[in-house]
């Protein structure tokens, strides 16, 4: 019987050491995360957009991050034309169902300060996740030689996402779409 106690004590010291050394080495790992925030993840796909792409398009792409998505938007000069223009839209979270959108009555676009309402949108997924979705927004109509606003209104309790590009940034688009190099 005293050996059987023995070899009992022995394998209760052995299982102690056992969760003791497993519980220091889990406290001896450092707690950095290498988990990145919602807009470091679309402000970092910008950036390897900008690597991947020319020069004119990678100015083309705007991202707003407010609360819990992020969007990234880019205009598209390759897909766009005198009546048409096309926006490839990113959007990211991690809480809450973004399918839940329809972009195109979210949407209104603007020249200047003049609200287009005369143009149409059209919707075409190239992502349909309820936290990662993409794709590509369209709104045909006339287009005027200002700058362009895309609003995106009411995402996530955020009222306004505006994104803005000047007209100084599109002129080399304006030359590609009239066939002048």
């Known amino acids: 019987m005293d050996k059987k106690k023995y070899v009992m ?24 995360s290498t988990t990145k925030t919602m807009a470091e993840q ?25 609360g819990s998505v992020a969007i990234q938007a880019t205009l598209l000069p390759e897909k766009s034309n005198t009546n048409l223009l096309t926006f ?14 329809d972009i195109r009555d979210q949407a209104q676009l603007s020249f200047g300060t003049t609200i287009n309402r005369a143009g149409t949108f059209e919707w075409k997924y190239t992502n349909k996740d309820s936290h990662h979705m993409s794709g590509y927004l369209m709104w045909k109509g006339n287009i005027d030689e200002d700058d362009i ?28 779409e009239n066939g002048e190099e």
Do not use: C
């Open 42 to 66: 679309v402000e970092n796909k910008g950036e390897v957009n900008k690597e991947n792409t020319v020069e004119n398009e990678s100015t083309l792409t705007r991202v707003d991050s407010q």
């Open 9 to 32: 004590g022995i394998g209760a010291i052995i299982i102690v050491i056992f969760i003791g050394w497993f519980y220091i080495e889990q406290l001896s790992v450092p707690k950095s």
């Open 149 to 176: 606003n895309l609003e995106l209104k009411n995402i996530e309790n955020i009222p306004t996402r505006l994104f803005t590009w000047e007209k100084k940034d599109l002129i080399g688009i304006t030359q590609l």
């Open 88 to 101: 490839e839209i990113v959007m990211n979270t991690h809480s809450g169902d973004l399918l839940q959108y």
